[in-house]
């Protein structure tokens, strides 16, 4: 991993009529980090992977990655919500190379690049298949490939996992920590569940209520590589304790 800063963002602002939704927010996210955003619902963490994704522009600010002005531009980040959204009539190979289906034809090389992910991350009998006949983990591996095969560098996570069942949400995140890893991308990754964000990040950043802000960027030191056993550390509840209290005050008096 290295220390350059992949994304930066300077005094990035957003109000819809009379709301603020974003104050002016400065950040650089450095290549090959995973950096997750925890915060209440409503308090502009979706707006702000919108304005880095080019889906809304700033009132105020600058963002850019690699150096390259983004504002208001899109393609440039692979983008995945927490709705798989995969097309319920085409087959899993079909769903991984949407983007490109969307945006030109799908090439041999497409196809094969599709096929290899599948199998290295363990859907690769999976391939003809439909979506309906996949469970809902398998769903959300298929929209994550699906965004792993651009080649963008930057991953925006909003909340992929959080319509799954506790168990399976935890298979997921070390899967997802796995193909991070060997990939090499960078990952911002949105969730309200505190445990998942220290178990997955390098830093985590903690946003108030309405207007959005960033009031913490707490550095993870807890080891990698991880496992199920890191939840139950000292280092952990430690830092959950800080998060918890930054997200919900000290109300024991």
């Not at 991993?1 to 450095?30: E, H, Q, R, W, Y």
Request: aromatic fraction near 6%; glycine fraction near 8%.
């Amino acid at each position: 991993m290295t220390s350059a800063p992949l994304l930066t963002l300077t005094g990035i602002s957003k109000t819809f009529g009379d709301t603020v939704a974003l104050s002016p927010t400065d950040l650089t996210i450095a290549e090959g980090s995973f950096v997750s955003v925890v915060g209440p619902s409503g308090c502009g963490k979706s707006t702000l992977f919108n304005l880095i994704a080019g889906l809304l522009a700033p009132d105020s600010g600058a963002i850019a990655i690699d150096g390259t002005n983004v504002v208001g531009s899109t393609g440039h980040v692979g983008y995945m919500l927490q709705k798989d959204l995969l097309v319920p009539w085409r087959t899993v190979l079909d769903n991984i190379t949407m983007v490109a289906r969307l945006t030109r034809s799908v090439t041999d090389d497409d196809r094969q690049q599709a096929s290899e992910i599948a199998y290295r991350y363990g859907l690769g009998d999976f391939l003809n298949h439909y979506p309906k006949a996949l469970s809902g983990g398998m769903r959300q591996r298929v929209a994550f490939m699906r965004t792993l095969v651009t080649p963008h560098p930057l991953l925006l996570l909003d909340e992929p996992f959080g319509a799954l069942d506790a168990q399976t949400r935890l298979e997921m995140q070390q899967w997802l920590l796995d193909v991070w890893r060997e990939s090499g991308r960078t990952v911002l990754f949105i969730t309200h569940d505190v445990d998942e964000a220290i178990f997955l990040s390098d830093r985590i950043l903690v946003m108030s209520p309405r207007p959005g802000r960033i009031v913490a960027d707490l550095t993870n030191d807890i080891p990698r590589p991880r496992n199920f056993d890191s939840l139950t550390t000292q280092a952990f509840v430690e830092q959950k304790s800080t998060i918890m209290k930054l997200l919900h005050g000290d109300r024991r008096a």
